[in-house]
């Protein structure tokens, strides 16, 4: 077992003495070990290499900026004109990292979806040799690509079918667009029967739609959070979460990564110390995790959250952005996958841009709470209303899911995805690559280090049709560069082989088999 394992077995059982029966201690724990794959730290050469690329893409980019300033070459800064005497708007560090090294080692493709992003789709680049800046020079193709960099966990992103024609439908009786806040003329009988049944979906007492999924975060966080109160959040949270705690004027303090140790102390000590200076009792302490981290791919650690939550009074909030819908047996996110109540955790949010091919977003809990939001939530207050086809693309991909259209082809889907996503990663995991994350994440972090690798390797499957995202700093740390898949219920098992066919041939071109685990070459049962 790794260290990271250990940690986490360690503060779930500390925890869970006091937030479960005794019966259910070890099999928690069981879970825990299952559930969390092998972490391989990035090796020290390979970091003490990707430091030193840095450091010479930085002393290269000082001195094309000095040859700039001295007459050769076009400058690439971004500046305001005729602001002569004033304070630069935009940052110097940042500005300097974007033109001299973010452009050149991961923008080097211009690319447009020309039509319906399914799960193999038309693209028309542009390559360009000037950092992706002057593309009408560059030279146009048009490739048809297999789709693994969208997060149509389910399928639901289509233009035909059920959710389709009813989508139909209600354009011809509601029209587009609301124009108004929820407040005011922009509330329909959709939308509240929408709210009826993500609560009924998620098995909690009601639930608030948001028409943007960024804002469900960072406009209601503020609404529960002030000064005086606490937030403990984990270190790899969403940016939007971020910003909701930063907005709320709260205290934050952020715990290692679905580390229970870590948050358990942290927890433990804010209790004892109190507030600073003063060192009252904290107004409220709320723990604030993702279901499935989305640069990561691991699944929170819900029973170690739980058990805590429990023993310390706090409250707890789960952003299941890349779970609902995706991990669990009948797609009801985190606390399916684990068997936990619902109603333990007392903020359930997740959104609708992902498994159910809609956008915005839900918050979902307690009658009095859903009702406080209501009367208090800025986005809920001040931005138009979701509009009526959306909120009928949810409603009908929930029906499908839960098995209210006469179907059993939700359930088809959510099986299809978990069998898609064992096997892709097994897969990758056999042919020698690093894998982050947990077995049924379908979110397949793929580790290559190096950032001009990332550029290579994407480039390189994208020319052979197999189309994905790479991720650099400052997304990630300096030294994890990587390209991350993400699986779809749509992704047939000959997609999945031409791809892994593909990811074979290019990584082993630009030598990204770093796993030093070795596997069974045994076949591999989808």
């Keep these: 077992m790794t260290n990271q394992v250990k940690l986490e077995v360690n503060g779930l059982h500390s925890s869970l003495k006091n937030g479960f029966k005794n019966h259910e201690i070890k099999r928690e724990i069981k879970r825990v070990r299952e559930i969390n794959e092998e972490f391989e730290e990035t090796p020290l050469i390979i970091a003490l290499t990707v430091y030193f690329c840095y450091v010479v893409l930085t002393i290269f980019g000082h001195i094309r900026d000095f040859v700039r300033k001295l007459g050769f070459g076009k400058s690439s800064e971004v500046k305001e004109q005729n602001r002569d005497g004033y304070a630069k708007l935009y940052g110097s560090f940042e500005s300097f990292y974007t033109r001299n090294i973010y452009k050149r080692i991961v923008q080097g493709w211009n690319m447009f979806v020309c039509g319906v992003p399914d799960v193999v789709f038309k693209l028309r680049i542009k390559i360009s040799s000037e950092f992706?800046?002057?593309?009408?020079?560059?030279?146009?193709?048009?490739?048809?690509?297999?789709?693994?960099?969208?997060?149509?966990?389910?399928?639901?992103?289509?233009?035909?079918?059920?959710?389709?024609?009813?989508?139909?439908?209600?354009?011809?009786?509601?029209?587009?667009?609301?124009?108004?806040?929820?407040?005011?003329?922009?509330?329909?009988?959709?939308?509240?029967?929408?709210?009826?049944m993500v609560a009924d979906f998620l098995g909690v007492e009601d639930s608030i739609i948001i028409g943007m999924g960024f804002a469900t975060n960072s406009t209601n966080i503020p609404t529960l959070m002030s000064k005086g109160c606490l937030i403990l959040s984990d270190e790899l949270n969403h940016a939007s979460l971020v910003l909701g705690c930063r907005l709320s004027g709260a205290k934050i303090k952020v715990y290692k990564h679905n580390d229970m140790k870590d948050l358990e102390e942290k927890v433990r000590a804010a209790i004892i110390e109190g507030q600073p200076i003063s060192h009252k009792p904290w107004k409220?302490?709320?723990?604030?995790?993702?279901?499935?981290?989305?640069?990561?791919g691991t699944v929170v650690n819900l029973p170690g959250l739980i058990a805590i939550k429990k023993k310390y009074k706090c409250y707890l909030y789960v952003d299941e952005a890349h779970s609902i819908g995706a991990i669990g047996s009948t797609g009801r996110g985190v606390t399916d996958y684990f068997g936990c109540n619902p109603r333990d955790v007392d903020l359930l949010m997740g959104t609708f841009t992902k498994s159910f091919g809609a956008s915005g977003g839900y918050i979902a809990g307690s009658k009095s709470l859903i009702n406080h939001l209501r009367k208090h939530s800025h986005s809920f207050s001040y931005a138009t209303s979701m509009s009526a086809p959306v909120a009928q693309q949810i409603i009908m991909t929930l029906k499908i899911i839960m098995g209210k259209d006469g179907s059993n082809e939700g359930v088809l889907r959510v099986r299809q995805l978990e069998r898609n996503t064992r096997y892709f990663r097994r897969k990758l995991k056999q042919k020698g690559f690093i894998i982050y994350g947990n077995e049924d994440s379908p979110v397949v972090p793929l580790?290559?280090?190096?950032?001009?690798?990332?550029?290579?390797?994407?480039?390189?499957?994208?020319?052979?049709?197999?189309?994905?995202?790479?991720?650099?700093?400052?997304?990630?740390?300096?030294?994890?560069?990587?390209?991350?898949?993400?699986?779809?219920?749509?992704?047939?098992?000959?997609?999945?082989d031409k791809a892994l066919t593909v990811i074979e041939t290019v990584g082993s071109r630009i030598m990204a088999n770093y796993s030093k685990i070795e596997r069974s070459q045994a076949e591999i049962i989808y």
């Design 132 to 196: 992706h800046q002057n593309a009408r020079f560059g030279t146009e193709k048009n490739i048809e690509a297999i789709n693994l960099g969208s997060y149509n966990y389910l399928g639901f992103a289509e233009n035909s079918g059920k959710c389709a024609d009813s989508v139909e439908k209600v354009i011809l009786k509601y029209g587009t667009g609301i124009c108004s806040t929820r407040h005011e003329l922009g509330c329909l009988d959709i939308h509240r029967k929408l709210e009826t």
């Design 284 to 296: 409220k302490i709320l723990i604030i995790a993702e279901g499935v981290y989305s640069m990561e």
């Design 447 to 496: 580790m290559l280090y190096f950032p001009s690798k990332v550029t290579e390797f994407i480039q390189g499957l994208l020319m052979q049709g197999v189309a994905t995202v790479g991720v650099c700093y400052p997304a990630t740390t300096v030294v994890t560069s990587r390209a991350r898949f993400c699986i779809s219920a749509a992704h047939t098992k000959e997609m999945l």
